[in-house]
C-alpha cells in the first residue's frame, strides 16, 4: 500500500528475465514468462506480438477470483493450468454469484476474451466500465460469495515430482468410535515446479507450513489456506529444511536442518538450536507432545522426550530406523514409522518403494509394539484430534490412500480400514481441532531407455530409444548374463513385482510375483534361476533364490543381516550384498555351501 493507491508487484518475472539473461537463454520469440493462473492466451503459447491487453485479461482473472474465491482456471499442473487459458472458457461468475450485477459479471468476462481484441483496449476503458459499481455511488447493493454447505473443510499442501498437486477437500467425522473421511471439492493450494512436501497445517487450520526446494537447498516456507503471500521461514536458503510442525498455540515451528532440530518463531525471527546432531547420529524426527515445553525427538533408534528449554531428556523406546513421530492428544501413545527413513529425505532415495511399518511406544515410556504387517509401506502416523484413531499413509492396496487404525489404551488395535480412494497422498497432517486436513501428493516416474555407446564422441539423450513404457517407477536395473534382456523391478501393477524385458524392448515377462514386495532381481549365470530379496515376516530383507522352471522359491540363509541387492558371482556357487544395518552395515557374501 502506497498513500491512496494498492499495487501488485511480482518480481517472478523479473527474476526469469535476469536468469535467462545470465545463461544466454532470452529469445526474441518463443519465451514463455508468467504466473500460470494469470497468464493471458497470447503469453501462455509465447505470441511475440504481447501488449499491455495481457495486463487487462490478468487484471479480469484477479477480479473473477476477489469475487468468487477461486482463480477461473486450475489444474494438475501449471501446464495445465496454462493450456486450459488457451482453449477453455471460463466458467461464468454467476455460478459462484447468483446475485451478482450482469453488468458488472459483464464487464469481468469481457476482460477475460481469448482474443486481446475482444478486450477492453485501455485501461481507461475497465475504468470508465468500473466506475458506476464504486462502493461509494450506490449502484449496486453489497453480497457474499456463496460457501460451501460442508461444515469442515480441509486445507491442503502441495507437493511432488513431475505432478506437484493438492486439493482442497471437505471431512466429516462421527464422534463415536467409526469415523468417515469424506473428500469433497479438490482444488491446488501452490503451484511451484519441484518438491512441495511434508505439509504441517496450523492448529486453527489458517496456514499451511511446508518444505519446498531440492535436495541441495530447501526451505519452509508458510502459505494462507485462504490464499495470499507465501512466506519463506528463515532468511538461510543454503542449508536443506524439512518436516515443519506447529507448536499447539501456533506461534512457533519445529523443522529439521543440518542433521538437527530447530525452532522458529512462525511469524518470522532467529532459529533456535534445540537437538544438535551429527551425520553419523541424525535427528531424523521432531514434533511436539500437545504442550508448548516439550518436544519429541528420534534418532535412528531411539525416541525421546525433551525439555524445550535444556532440562531432562527421557528414553521414552528403542526401535529401528525410527522416524516421524506423532503423540496422541492425550498424551497416552507415541506413534513412529520404522524403516526406510530415506524415503523423507530428498535425494536420491526420496519417495523410494521400499516397506516400513508403524510402531507405538507408551507415553511414559516402555516396549513398542508394531501394528501393521510390514508388507508394504506405512508412512506419515497422525493421531486424531478425539479418541485413539490414528491415521497412516500406506500403499498397502495399490496407490497411496490414508487408512485409520483404533489403538486402544491396552495397546491392542482393531482392523485397519482404508478412509480414501485414490487420493494418493504422501503426507498427511490434521488441524487442532481435526477439522481441516493437509496433505502432499507426490507422483514419480521412472522408465527404461537406451542409447548405442558413443565411440569417441558425446551421444545425445535425444537420440534414446524406450525400453519399458507406462505410470511406473523402475528402481534397480540388471544386464542378464547373456547380455540379451535387462532385469527389473516395478510397481505398474501396484505392488513391486520384478520383470525382465529384451535389450531392445518388447512385452515385459512377469518373473517374480509375491506376496512379499520384491527388489534388485539377478539372474545366475546360467539363467535359471533368479536371486532378489524381499521383506520377510520378521521385518527384515531377506535374500531368496526362485528356480524360474519350478516357481519355487527358496530363502538363502537365516541371518541377523537386513540383506539387500544380490549379485550373482561368476560361477553360480556365490552370492554378494549388502547389509543395511544403520550401525553395522557393510558387504558380505554367502556360498551355497
Known amino acids: 500500500l502506497s498513500g491512496r493507491h494498492a499495487l501488485i508487484v511480482d518480481f517472478g518475472v523479473a527474476k526469469a528475465l535476469s536468469e535467462a539473461a545470465d545463461e ?24 511475440p506480438d504481447i501488449d499491455h491487453r495481457a495486463d487487462i485479461y490478468a487484471l479480469g482473472i484477479v477480479a473473477y477470483e476477489m469475487l468468487s474465491g477461486l482463480p477461473p482456471f486450475t489444474g494438475m499442473s501449471p501446464h495445465q493450468v496454462i493450456r486450459a487459458h488457451v482453449t477453455k472458457a471460463p466458467e461464468p461468475l454467476g455460478t459462484h454469484l447468483p446475485n451478482l450485477s450482469a453488468d458488472l459479471e459483464s464487464v469481468v468476462m469481457r476482460c477475460l476474451a481469448k482474443d486481446p481484441a475482444d478486450r477492453y483496449q485501455t485501461a481507461e476503458q475497465v475504468y470508465a466500465a468500473l466506475e458506476p459499481f464504486a462502493a461509494t455511488s450506490g449502484a449496486t447493493t453489497g453480497f457474499q460469495a456463496r460457501r460451501p454447505s460442508h461444515t469442515r473443510s480441509i486445507a491442503i499442501a502441495a507437493g511432488g515430482v513431475l505432478v506437484v498437486v493438492a486439493a482442497f477437500a471437505a471431512w466429516s467425522a462421527t464422534r463415536g468410535k467409526d469415523r468417515a473421511l469424506t473428500i469433497g471439492k479438490a482444488s491446488q493450494l501452490t503451484t511451484d515446479e519441484g518438491l512441495e512436501i511434508q505439509p504441517s497445517i496450523s492448529p486453527d487450520g489458517k496456514f499451511v ?39 499447539p498455540d501456533g506461534s512457533h515451528l519445529l523443522f529439521l536442518s543440518r542433521n538437527a532440530a530447530y525452532v522458529s518463531p512462525a511469524l518470522g525471527g532467529s532459529e533456535k538450536l534445540v537437538t544438535p546432531g551429527t551425520t553419523d547420529n541424525p535427528v531424523t524426527s521432531a514434533t511436539w507432545t500437545h504442550g508448548e515445553s516439550e518436544i519429541i525427538v528420534a534418532r535412528h533408534d531411539s525416541v525421546f522426550v525433551q525439555s524445550l528449554e535444556g532440562g531432562s531428556t527421557r528414553v521414552v523406546g528403542t526401535g529401528t530406523s525410527l522416524h516421524s513421530c506423532s503423540a496422541s492428544i492425550d498424551r497416552t501413545w507415541i506413534a513412529c514409522v520404522t524403516g526406510n527413513p530415506n524415503a523423507l529425505v530428498p535425494g536420491f532415495s526420496f519417495g523410494n518403494l521400499a516397506p516400513s511399518d508403524i510402531v507405538v511406544f507408551p507415553f511414559g515410556g516402555g516396549a513398542g509394539t508394531t501394528i501393521t504387517d510390514g508388507r508394504q509401506s506405512y508412512q506419515s502416523p497422525v493421531w486424531a484430534a478425539r479418541g485413539n484413531t490414528l491415521y497412516v499413509v500406506s500403499n498397502r492396496d495399490g496407490p497411496r490412500d490414508v487408512y485409520a487404525i483404533e489403538v486402544g489404551r491396552d495397546g491392542r488395535t482393531g482392523a485397519i480400514t482404508r478412509a480414501t480412494t485414490g487420493l494418493n497422498a504422501q503426507s498427511i497432517s490434521l488441524s487442532g481441532d481435526e477439522g481441516a486436513l493437509a496433505y502432499s501428493l507426490y507422483t514419480a516416474k521412472a522408465n527404461i531407455w537406451s542409447l548405442p555407446i558413443p565411440e569417441g564422441s558425446v551421444v545425445s539423450a535425444d537420440a534414446a530409444t524406450a525400453v519399458t513404457s507406462g505410470s511406473q517407477v523402475i528402481e534397480l536395473l540388471i544386464i542378464s548374463p547373456d547380455r540379451a534382456a535387462l532385469i527389473y523391478d516395478s510397481d505398474i501393477s501396484g505392488h513391486v513385482d520384478i520383470y525382465r524385458v529384451p535389450v531392445r524392448g518388447g512385452t515385459p515377462e512377469v518373473l517374480v510375483h509375491d506376496s512379499l514386495a520384491t527388489f534388485s532381481g539377478d539372474l545366475s549365470p546360467d539363467g535359471r534361476e533368479i536371486a532378489y530379496h524381499a521383506f520377510g515376516t520378521d521385518r527384515r530383507r531377506r535374500f531368496y533364490v526362485r528356480d524360474l522352471a519350478t516357481n519355487i522359491a527358496t530363502r538363502v540363509a537365516d541371518t541377523d543381516m537386513q540383506e539387500t541387492s544380490p549379485r550373482w558371482s561368476p560361477d553360480g556357487l556365490a552370492l554378494s550384498g549388502w547389509d543395511q544395518r544403520t550401525s553395522k552395515g557393510g558387504p558380505f557374501v554367502i556360498r551355497r555351501s
Not at 37 to 42: Q, S
Open 24 to 47: 544466454h537463454a532470452l529469445t526474441t520469440i518463443g519465451i514463455t514468462l508468467g504466473t500460470p493462473l494469470y497468464m493471458a492466451p497470447e503469453q501462455a503459447s509465447a505470441d
Open 209 to 247: 507450513a511446508y518444505a519446498a526446494g531440492n535436495s541441495q537447498r530447501m526451505r519452509i516456507f508458510i502459505r494462507p489456506v485462504a490464499g495470499g503471500r507465501t512466506v519463506a521461514l528463515s532468511d538461510d536458503s543454503s542449508s536443506v529444511e524439512i518436516q515443519p510442525h506447529w507448536s
